[in-house]
């Protein structure tokens, strides 16, 4: 972008637009003259193929000991994005950037490719736009490996300018327009391919102890498997209301029903809530099962794919995140009692068996505010533990025994009364997984069901419906089960320290 302001002055947003603007006029000018250049060749300003040879990284892994000014003989053809172009009178010089980030300084020169040809670089190429060249690859007097152009083209025509390199995009820009983030941001990419490797890692976690990937419906007639407000839609083909799914449980548990003893899927849910630093409305999710297990084992399974996944990333269990804090994940983390440890909080006992008035009193006199329509005993102890002890949890925890009635689909303690074999998982101050010994037993689950839609009733949107389908599978027997969830983008935000916007690709945004 030409800068026309005083030094130290700051260009305002319409004199960078008209700006803009303007090179796209220029750079039109420069798309036409390309076509009438190119009539007769395919593509025209957007040829369909050029010539590559070698990946820029792959030429830089192979010379990285070239010493300066040295030449090896070999010709190559590589393509890339322009981000830094400087014209002379003889020779002009350009980095050109791989998708991967890595470059190579392509030197264009009058000896090497005539006047004619040197005159039309100066005059069509641009910042951003996509080269290809070929010629020898060598080092420059400074130790640049280079390649020595003997032929060129541009590959694509950008009408539009690059950001300026040098100047941090704003938020903002980086999530609304996520392309230029990956073109200017190394992090941006380091990002993309650290979401790759967490996934590969958790499949490869499953593979080694035999679990099967399945894909269960996004749209459902039904929502389940979470507590929480589904986004609706209609589908013209069945004339119903369809939902999109807050979670795949419900078919996964069938999964295991069927004979697929450890079954995970990776997926997409959504759910029409809030949207903040740990909350998107699409987001991905993990979820597991593993037949003949509970919710110990599955913890320690969780454990071990959390773990595995920081060594995929960072080479070992203790990871560094983008502000510079170094968070150990390594070691066997803690597991602690909901109760007991609200209990030691609060400085009172609090039970399964402690009154509703007594904790709502309890929230009042610290400020903690639950609406009447949802104040259950399990929702007040729930939001006065988060208000008590959350903020308290450094290094990754389990946090054990939830209250019945917050928890639908897992198993009563097999020894406490009043609270179900549940665990959540909290890594940097949020919630990364949930755990369940699951409920199997399909006429304590209708029962559950039938509360669950009592609270709908009154008013509750996160509330579950009765879902007939699946209580018809668990009546043909479902052995006992471990399973987990955890949030895709929240173990990208555990390892790295960004925020979820950061951590999806392309989110959603007004």
């Not at 209990?343 to 009154?355: D, F, K, L, V």
């Not at 959350?390 to 303690?413: A, I, Q, Y």
Request: glycine share 8%; net charge negative; proline share 4%.
């Amino acid at each position: 972008m030409t800068d026309t302001t005083l030094p130290g002055a700051t260009p305002s947003d319409e004199d960078i637009l008209e700006d803009v603007h303007e090179q796209k006029a220029v750079r039109l000018a420069k798309r036409e003259r390309l076509l009438a250049e190119r009539a007769d060749a395919a593509g025209g300003a957007y040829p369909v193929a050029v010539p590559v040879t070698d990946t820029i990284a792959g030429l830089r892994a192979r010379y990285a000991d070239l010493e300066a000014g040295a030449e090896t003989g070999v010709v190559a053809s590589v393509a890339g994005r322009v981000v830094f172009s400087r014209n002379t009178g003889k020779l002009c010089f350009a980095a050109l950037q791989a998708g991967d980030g890595s470059r190579i300084q392509a030197m264009v020169s009058l000896a090497e490719v005539g006047e004619e040809s040197l005159q039309a670089w100066k005059e069509l190429v641009d910042l951003g736009d996509h080269v290809s060249v070929t010629g020898q690859v060598i080092s420059s007097r400074r130790g640049e490996l280079s390649i020595m152009v003997s032929s060129w083209r541009i590959a694509a025509k950008a009408l539009l300018p690059l950001p300026n390199l040098h100047s941090e995009l704003s938020e903002e820009t980086r999530v609304r327009s996520r392309f230029l983030d990956l073109i200017v941001r190394p992090q941006a990419r380091e990002t993309v391919l650290t979401r790759a490797a967490v996934n590969a890692s958790l499949r490869a976690t499953f593979a080694e102890r035999g679990f099967v990937e399945v894909e269960t419906p996004m749209l459902q007639v039904q929502h389940g498997g979470a507590a929480a407000r589904p986004f609706v839609t209609h589908s013209n083909a069945f004339d119903t209301e369809l939902y999109l799914r807050i979670a795949p449980e419900l078919f996964l548990k069938r999964a295991v029903v069927g004979g697929i003893d450890r079954v995970f899927e990776i997926n997409r849910n959504f759910r029409n809530e809030g949207a903040d630093s740990t909350h998107s409305p699409e987001f991905a999710m993990l979820e597991s099962y593993q037949a003949y297990t509970d919710y110990h084992g599955i913890a320690d399974l969780t454990q071990t794919l959390v773990q595995n996944a920081a060594i995929a990333v960072a080479g070992s269990t203790t990871v560094t995140w983008a502000d510079g804090t170094v968070y150990d994940l390594g070691g066997q983390w803690e597991r602690l009692s909901m109760y007991e440890s609200l209990s030691q909080a609060a400085g009172r006992e609090i039970t399964p068996q402690t009154g509703l008035a007594e904790l709502q009193a309890l929230a009042a006199e610290v400020g903690v505010e639950v609406p009447e329509k949802v104040a259950t005993h399990g929702k007040l102890v729930e939001e006065l533990w988060e208000h008590f002890v959350k903020g308290s949890l450094e290094r990754p925890t389990f946090v054990m025994d939830f209250p019945v009635d917050t928890s639908p689909l897992v198993r009563e303690h097999r020894s406490i009364p009043g609270v179900v074999e549940k665990w959540d998982l909290y890594v940097r101050g949020f919630e990364l997984a949930t755990g369940y010994s699951e409920l199997v037993d399909p006429v304590i689950q209708r029962e559950r069901f039938v509360e669950q839609a009592k609270l709908a009733a009154r008013g509750d949107d996160e509330a579950m419906r009765v879902d007939e389908e699946f209580l018809r599978a668990l009546e043909h027997g479902m052995p006992p089960t471990g399973g987990m969830g955890m949030g895709i983008d929240r173990l990208i935000m555990a390892i790295t320290g960004l925020g979820i916007r950061e951590t999806i690709l392309f989110p959603l945004v007004k």
